[in-house]
């Protein structure tokens, strides 16, 4: 079965797009055959990918074209006229909008990964709908423990009310220095708040790593740009903890 995995958090600069991106060249190593859908209408992702493409998936919530022809590269760009999507998406069932485009597709992928807005609105719901898992980034402070309480809160209505199968596959801790105080005294409540909520926080953490500032400037994935990194070594590793390895 195809898992389709929406990066989430509400709050910007916790690591979504570089996880987005990395993730899915990660699983393209391995062999497996990866989509890549730029939700965000910053479209950081779609710069860091470098595609340059035709139609972008705001083309496909407006109905000018199916999702098959939105698709290069293995790739769905992002476009800055997201911000409006609740000018076209204000219909009953507009939560489903994604997960119906993506069914005319799913069984030519393996993975399906989704780059999310920072904020829990319509196109958030989408992506959590259609989606197979969530997987939450954050960083070790006292703020991302409070922005994962009320992120569980728009899960669990989902959960309710739109997709029943969705689970949070983990937390994924990013910007990681286990040298400094702050950063341990937050994994330690982050890893009990994840046992409340039943989920887990990753073994795998992502290091802080000026190569991956770099990559995204040279457009890069970390794996391309340094093998040899420690982020490369850090997303490698978190690879193979999504596929049990």
Same mark, same amino acid.
């Given at each position: ?43 950081? =992702? ?35 006229? =997201? ?18 485009? =993506? ?10 990964? =989704? ?131």
């Amino acid at each position: 079965m195809t898992r389709i995995i929406s990066i989430i958090n509400q709050k910007g600069g916790v690591g979504k797009t570089t996880t987005a991106q990395n993730l899915a060249a990660g699983l393209e190593k391995k062999g497996f055959k990866t989509l890549l859908i730029d939700l965000d209408a910053q479209c950081n =992702l779609t710069y860091s990918v470098n595609v340059d493409s035709k139609y972008t998936i705001y083309d496909v919530f407006s109905d000018k074209i199916s999702i098959k022809e939105a698709i290069y590269n293995n790739f769905i760009a992002g476009s800055p006229l =997201l911000s409006t999507i609740d000018t076209i998406l204000n219909q009953t069932g507009k939560e489903y909008k994604l997960k119906e485009a =993506l069914s005319d597709i799913i069984n030519h992928f393996d993975f399906i990964i =989704l780059d999310t807005p920072p904020a829990l609105g319509t196109i958030t719901i989408n992506a959590l709908t259609a989606a197979t898992e969530a997987l939450i980034t954050a960083q070790p402070d006292a703020y991302s423990l409070q922005g994962i309480s009320q992120l569980y809160q728009t899960i669990f209505a989902v959960k309710k009310y739109c997709n029943p199968q969705l689970k949070v596959c983990g937390i994924l801790l990013t910007r990681y220095n286990k040298r400094t105080i702050i950063s341990n005294n937050a994994t330690t409540s982050i890893i009990n708040k994840a046992k409340q909520l039943n989920t887990k926080v990753f073994d795998t953490k992502i290091r802080e790593c000026t190569a991956i500032k770099e990559s995204q400037v040279v457009q890069k994935n970390i794996f391309d740009y340094a093998k040899y990194s420690n982020a490369s070594f850090d997303y490698q590793k978190l690879v193979e903890e999504i596929l049990g390895e």
